[in-house]
């Protein structure tokens, strides 16, 4: 059987290797084909980076100055724009004094800038041409030296009318104050007037000299601004897309010639990958043919095993559903904190720190804490506090801690509000309510804190005085139904103050609770003036 195994492997090799070739001959025959197309490509691409290459020796200009004129011609556009701008703006100013309506002296201000730009920039651009022979730096040096005196010269003529109105306004103030301080008539007048009109008719000259020349250095400017501009653009707008294009060029000739290269490639590619194909598909047959022999040599082993662990397994899975079957339920503290006047200062701050050292221990999980008030109707008081502990305590406990000091917060800003005034002290009331709070979380582990003397005062009860026999007291209880239901409740009453009693009297309230809780079902694990707490 194994011998025609083989046999049947040398035909399959005899015939992948010549499916190998016939596929290797048509992938030859394929990239001859591809390869022509790519060389004609090739050829194409050469005479379009040939003529771009002339283009730009003709034009002159390396690609670094491309970008330099690019530079200038953003910078004499803005320059432009601001002449523009002034331009407008004083033509629009002039033609005011003219007209009132608004779109004829827009009209008239841009007509008065537009058309000597326009003249400047037929001026400029076909001087080059016209002459040739004469230096046109010269020229545009001359023409912004004409710009700077004009409005050097607009400047002064400002300067000096501004002065010599200035002059004449203080004297006009001298002499009026001189009047003023010595009572005289105005003498002079005349005198006086006519230097006045004097001095405006300086004044409105060195004004209108002023104007007139800045309107000419606005337009001479202006026009200069717009020429270089022109000129730098145009060499950008003409040279830039040649270098571009030769870019684009240069890159599709290096895809080209990597295409080449693959095409050429492509058959002694395909050759190794078919080769390396058929190799593994051999090698695959190999191992499938010894693989069946092994199995069918050692399959009664190998069932055997398999079935010894699928058992093993089976049990291991029974026995973690069985000890980890049922989760725990978070548990639920109550907190019993008496309020009533018989707990002095000291006992209620103690009692008060009780409560934080409580909230402390919660852990993660959704563990509850109620606090309950003992007074003269604690039965019907709401809960003081709640707080509920997070799901998670974090990776390193972070989320719990965040949470204990959040609910340590707010313990403390409710008890700030709690003072131990009340008259009465119904501790049975109290846990009567925390039985019903407990009934609220069925299955979880219970367990009931009290901070009180334990010293009852109500329901025809008064612990305070010296108590008889516990027993009566607690059948009277019992036929009263004071007695709740607390089962799987574990109490520790803690805080159980000695003071201002005697020995008896403390002995007989401890015997007097503890046949109470166990009574009610729950199992007291602590009766004790001191209030260590549990631990968790």
Known sequence: MF?????QLRSSTTNWEAIRDLKVQEARLEAEVDLRRLEEERGVLDDRKGATERELARMGEPEASVRAHEVLARRWGALTLLAAGIAVASAWWTANWFLSLGWEKALLAVTVFVLPLIGWAALLTFAGDALREWDLRKIFAGMGLAVVLCSAAAVASLGWARMLGVGLQEEQRQVQQYEIDHETVN???????????????????????????LALAGEVAAGLAYHEYARHRTVVRTVGPFYERRAGLMGALAQNAAEQEAVRK?????????????????AAQVQAVEAEERRIRSLSPTMRWVAAGFAVLIGLLIGAALAFGET??????????????SVNAEEFTENLRAVEGAIRQLPSGGAELRVLAVDDASFGRAPL??????AEAGRFGEYLDDWR??????????????????????VIGAVSRAAIEFEEAPGATRRLLILSDMRQVGRGLNFEKPMGDSKQILERVKREGMIPELRSVEVWALGVDTRGIEESHWRRLKVFWSE?????????????????????
């Not at 007048?189 to 004044?203: H, M, N, P, Q, Y």
């Not at 492509?266 to 051999?282: F, K, N, S």
């Not at 725990?328 to 006047?341: H, N």
């Open 3 to 7: 011998g025609m195994a083989r046999k």
């Open 266 to 282: 492509r058959p002694e590619i395909l050759y190794a990958q078919l080769t390396v194909h058929g190799l593994q598909a051999e």
């Open 328 to 341: 725990a339920k978070p548990g639920i503290t109550v907190v019993v904190l008496d309020l009533s006047d």
């Open 516 to 536: 109470f809780f166990k009574g009610a079902g729950a199992d007291l694990k602590a009766f004790s003036p001191n209030r260590r707490l549990p631990e968790r």
């Open 385 to 390: 506090f709640r707080a509920l502990s997070p």
């Open 405 to 426: 000091s959040a609910a340590l917060r707010a313990w403390k800003k409710r008890a700030a509000n709690l003072k131990p005034l009340a008259r009465g002290s119904d």
């Open 187 to 213: 003498v002079g007048g005349e005198v006086r007037r006519a230097r006045i009109e004097s001095t405006k008719r300086l004044v409105n000259g060195f004004a209108a000299v002023a104007v007139v020349l």
